[in-house]
């Protein structure tokens, strides 16, 4: 156990379309918090990334909560509970919660938290924990809800998904191959196409960086899209509203290709084709479903254990890599769920 706390504060807001990077951050140590009556103290396993922490820390225009100049930054994470003044927590315990970029953090375990944002133990731990992050935990519920319930992907479907080869879009290929689906997914390299359809078994992979998506989508969907589950928006969204089946559902999942335009983002161009085919666009929020989770963990779990579900970790060692392993989503570097493992497993 390492006897002091790092920590990385915010030392100032990006400027617009500027990338994440270590230098917004300060790296600091501090003394290992005590938790009080009703209080946990947490070691960090494993961080998770998300790319709307850049709207944590930008001053633009954003659904959450900003991270304050010289606050710890704020992200997701599975720890192991150290030390407990909870009468419903001792040492051992694995929990699931917004830990933030630190070796040590001191949690209040309430029904609240657990409801409303998913914050508290792990009722059955499977190792490695990270796996609580990514496909048994709230990406995995992203991926699971995003697709079956606003998505309503049915067997024979032909689902389309882009950043296919990313956190969410790994998960959503492989339950939509998983129920019988047809899968096609965007990506930004040959090598993440190659992954996605080789080791993924997604039906094909079309890269938007030297393909024409609109052409290949045609190729691909001669009757059209039913599902198109999107987590880039811009120019791929458009290519994609172009190719919709009758009656199409488009999850709106997140937009990181607009996230740091300067300026207004554009909108969607052929949005009237929605009326064309009769379809709907839907934006979902993972955490309206926590009172759900149980079911998607459940069913991810039996697909993980049936060897049905790959969970597609892609893990950098070291805290002090935070602000890198952040800055990858942005970058494209990474593959599958992106995550920090900041300690071992106990
Ligand atoms: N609605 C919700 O409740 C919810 C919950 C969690 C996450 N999300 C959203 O889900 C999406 C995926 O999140 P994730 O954590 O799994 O990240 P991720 O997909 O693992 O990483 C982001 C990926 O986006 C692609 N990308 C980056 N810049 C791009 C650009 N300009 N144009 C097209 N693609 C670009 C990169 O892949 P390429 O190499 O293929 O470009 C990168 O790997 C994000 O939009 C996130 O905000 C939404």
Redesign the pocket.
């Known amino acids: 156990m390492v006897d002091i706390n790092r920590q990385w504060r915010l030392k100032r807001h990006p400027e617009p379309g500027e990338v994440v990077s270590a230098d917004l951050f300060a790296f600091e140590s501090g003394a290992i918090p005590k938790p009080d009556d009703g209080q946990v103290l947490v070691r960090t396993l494993a961080l998770?990334?998300?790319?709307?922490q850049r709207s944590y820390i930008s001053l633009g225009r954003s659904m959450h909560e900003k991270v304050k100049l010289g606050d710890v930054m704020r992200g997701r994470g599975v720890g192991v509970v150290i030390e407990s003044r909870h009468p419903d927590y001792k040492p051992g315990d694995i929990m699931s919660a917004s830990l933030g970029w630190q070796d040590y953090s001191v949690q209040t375990p309430s029904v609240h938290a657990q409801r409303i944002l998913n914050i508290g133990k792990v009722a059955q731990p499977v190792k490695p924990y990270s796996l609580h992050l990514g496909v048994l935990g709230?990406?995995g519920a992203?991926g699971y809800f995003?697709l079956l319930d606003v998505g309503e992907a049915k067997p024979g479907d032909t689902v389309v998904v882009?950043?296919?080869?990313?956190?969410?879009?790994?998960?959503v290929g492989q339950i939509a191959r998983n129920i019988g689906c047809r899968v096609i997914g965007?990506?930004?390299?040959d090598e993440?196409c190659r992954w996605v359809v080789d080791a993924l078994k997604f039906d094909a992979a079309i890269n938007?960086?030297t393909e024409n998506v609109d052409a290949r989508l045609g190729e691909l969907c001669p009757d059209g899209m039913n599902v198109y589950f999107?987590?880039?928006?811009?120019?791929?969204l458009d290519a994609a509203l172009d190719h919709l089946a009758l009656h199409a559902r488009i999850v709106?999942?997140?937009?990181?290709?607009?996230?740091?335009a300067v300026g207004p983002a554009p909108g969607p161009k052929n949005y009237g084709n929605l009326v064309r085919r009769r379809a709907r666009m839907e934006?979902?929020?993972?955490?309206?479903y926590v009172e759900r989770f149980d079911e998607s963990e459940a069913k991810m779990r039996a697909w993980y254990d049936a060897g049905k579900l790959d969970p597609c970790e892609?893990i950098d060692h070291g805290l002090e890599l935070m602000p890198e392993t952040l800055a990858?989503?942005?970058?494209?570097?990474?593959?599958?769920?992106?995550l920090n493992r900041v300690a071992p497993d106990p």
Request: with cysteine.
């Open positions: 998770g990334t998300s790319p709307a709230s990406a992203t995003g882009s950043a296919a080869a990313g956190g969410i879009g790994s998960i965007i990506a930004g390299s993440k938007y960086k999107d987590n880039v928006g811009g120019d791929i709106v999942c997140g937009f990181i290709s607009v996230e740091q934006g979902f929020f993972v955490l309206d892609d990858s989503l942005f970058k494209g570097t990474n593959r599958g769920i992106k």
